[in-house]
Nanobody
Framework: QVQLVESGGGLVQAGGSLRLSCAAS????????MAWFRQAPGKERECIAA???????VYTDSVKGRFTISRDDARNTVWLQMNKLKPEDTAVYYC???????????????WGQGTQVTVSS
């Protein structure tokens, strides 16, 4: 069982930066692939970044070059550094965990509660 708690959301102006954190419980964190999803009003939840247990990463095209996912297994934490934020990045951001990269990006085993990110123009 893994519990995930996100933090770091808030209100930021376009062009600004935020760093989201996801703290995980459990001693098996290092064995999980981790991902960040987001859901904007009226839209489906989408996976925007994922990282496997070896540090390999994937990103959706809309965030490539602006967002960076990283992890520290000693701290049971995964981060999402978001730079050059745009109003269209406004959404609830969720942390997720799963057994492998392809699985966490499509059908995670565990979800956090979400944190709101609002980007003003």
């Amino acid at each position: 069982q893994v519990q995930l708690v996100e933090s770091g959301g808030g209100l930021v102006q376009a062009g600004g930066s935020l760093r989201l954190s996801c703290a995980a419980s459990g001693r098996t964190f290092s064995t999980y692939a981790m991902a960040w999803f987001r859901q904007a009003p009226g839209k489906e939840r989408e996976c925007i970044a994922a990282i496997d247990r070896y540090g390999g990463t994937v990103y959706t095209d809309s965030v490539k070059g602006r967002f960076t996912i990283s992890r520290d297994d000693a701290r049971n934490t995964v981060w999402l550094q978001m730079n050059k934020l745009k109003p269209e990045d406004t959404a609830v951001y969720y942390c997720a965990a799963g057994p492998a990269l392809h699985r966490v990006a499509s059908r995670p085993d565990y979800w956090g509660q979400g944190t709101q990110v609002t980007v003003s123009s």
